[in-house]
Nanobody, 114 residues
Framework: QVQLVESGGGLVQPGGSLRLSCEAS????????MAWYRRAPGKQREWIAT??????NYKDSSIEGRFTISRDNGRMVYLQMNSLNPEDAATYYC?????????WGQGTQVTVSS
């Protein structure tokens, strides 16, 4: 079994920054990809960014210009978020493809408010 645990969420003022982390644990052979999604209140979950073998892909230019997805050499994935605005407020979820199966974390809440 594989578990994903996110951390780093919280309250930030508009224009501020946060760094989200996600750690995979359990029986892991190979992590094929890791990604971040988010769900804002009243909206569907949306994909934000993916990292595969060091290559990154982002939802759109607005995200790519402010967010950075990265990984360590092990089981961690990060999402550096800069220039946050109220539209970025959401629950952020980590997703990983481990040995061909997809897993989700429980999410970490990001609130952007003055």
């Amino acid at each position: 079994q594989v578990q994903l645990v996110e951390s780093g969420g919280g309250l930030v003022q508009p224009g501020g920054s946060l760094r989200l982390s996600c750690e995979a644990s359990g029986t892991i052979g190979s992590i094929m990809s890791m990604a971040w999604y988010r769900r804002a209140p009243g909206k569907q979950r949306e994909w934000i960014a993916t990292i595969i073998n060091g290559f990154t892909n982002y939802k759109d230019s607005s995200i790519e210009g402010r967010f950075t997805i990265s990984r360590d050499n092990g089981r961690m994935v990060y999402l550096q978020m800069n220039s946050l605005n109220p539209e970025d407020a959401a629950t952020y979820y980590c997703n990983a493809n481990v040995d061909g199966r997809y897993y989700w974390g429980q999410g970490t809440q990001v609130t952007v408010s003055s």
